[in-house]
């Protein structure tokens, strides 16, 4: 089947300022989904819409500060469920040692840890007061959750009533919509701004921006980005996401500044064979898989988390899924 990728941002460079939506990002990310294209399996007699979505998770994770490339961190089972607007979700993690496998089921107020083999509780949260109200106010515009098209129409309405600031750029065709900085603020975070910006061609979310104050003054700015593949039909649905963690800090770690470092491969003086040949029979020659790169006494840096779906399933999944959180 051939498809066609949504990759909303592409290309240059991961060590970018984000100033708007339209903004890129290296070829790497979207690259990891061109390797590993998903599976999709469609119910036949439920098309019109996502009732239930289910995938295996496999992500990865990626630095500026090491070499190597995207490495595989974990892996799990996701099942989403919508009912009027409300959405149960349920993430399976597989048995490790010494620990069990576990389920996590919410329904965005409640959320169950659940003993996979038994189906046993073994812990139950409470949503606070400050989160229910964010979710009751801003749930339906920030929901990571959102698998297809969206009601832009809706989204609009709700930003008006609100009174979020809102712009519409209808050259880029992107609706960026400002979030109150209040709803996110904690003793040890100050977020700085909040963004969500909406594809308005094809009504699927584009990007979710945020820029936090940490504790310690540093400023970390998390850029989250669905991936959308096109089906049969003309159908599109979410295959993955990723998201960049830029970390500026002004801080400078002492007694590390005479650290000999490199910025990337590149920097690093070549050996001959014979050289390497060389320190390997003195003893010398060491094998690092992930050499750090930069400056050690700079904290700064630029992680990349991968999110890629696999072995999608729409409509397929029946409602014993979610039964545990659905009868709370």
Same mark, same amino acid.
């Given at each position: 089947m051939k498809v066609k990728l949504?990759?909303?941002?592409?290309? =240059?460079?991961v060590t970018i300022i984000f100033t708007s939506c339209k903004n890129n990002v290296q070829n790497s990310i979207p690259q990891l989904f061109e390797d590993n294209p998903a599976t999709v399996s469609w119910n036949p007699l439920k098309?019109?819409? =996502?009732?239930?979505?289910?995938a295996t998770v496999f992500v990865y994770e990626d630095s500026n500060r090491r070499t190597g490339g995207a490495k595989l961190r974990e892996q799990y089972k996701m099942s989403v469920k919508t009912v009027a607007d409300k959405q149960y979700v349920r993430l399976d993690f597989p048995a490790k040692e010494k620990i069990s496998a576990k389920s996590v089921l919410t329904n965005g107020s409640e959320t169950i840890i659940v003993d996979t083999e038994t189906n046993k509780i073994e812990q139950k949260i409470i949503a606070s007061e400050s989160d229910l109200k964010l979710l009751n106010d801003l749930g339906y515009i920030i929901s990571q959750h959102n698998l297809s098209k969206i009601n832009l129409s809706r989204i609009k309405t709700e930003a008006m009533k609100l009174a979020l600031d809102m712009n519409e750029d209808k050259t880029e065709k992107v609706l960026s919509i400002g979030l109150p900085s209040k709803y996110f603020s904690t003793d040890k975070e100050k977020r700085l701004s909040t963004k969500v910006c909406y594809d308005t061609v094809n009504e699927l979310m584009e990007t979710v921006e945020t820029v936090t104050e940490m504790e310690d003054g540093s400023i970390v700015t998390v850029t989250n980005y669905p991936v959308y593949e096109e089906v049969e039909d003309g159908r599109i649905i979410k295959i993955g996401q990723y998201s960049i963690i830029d970390t500026k800090s002004d801080v400078r770690y002492e007694g590390l500044e005479e650290i000999e470092y490199f910025d990337s491969l590149y920097d690093i003086p070549e050996l001959s064979h014979r050289e390497y040949e060389q320190l390997t029979e003195a003893g010398n020659a060491v094998t690092i898989e992930n050499f750090p790169l930069g400056d050690p006494a700079d904290p700064s840096s630029t992680e990349i988390i991968i999110e890629l779906y696999d072995n999608i399933e729409i409509n397929i999944i029946d409602d014993s899924v979610f039964k545990l959180i659905m009868e709370l």
């Open positions: 949504y990759l909303l941002l592409v290309m =240059i460079t098309t019109d819409s =996502i009732e239930t979505f289910a």
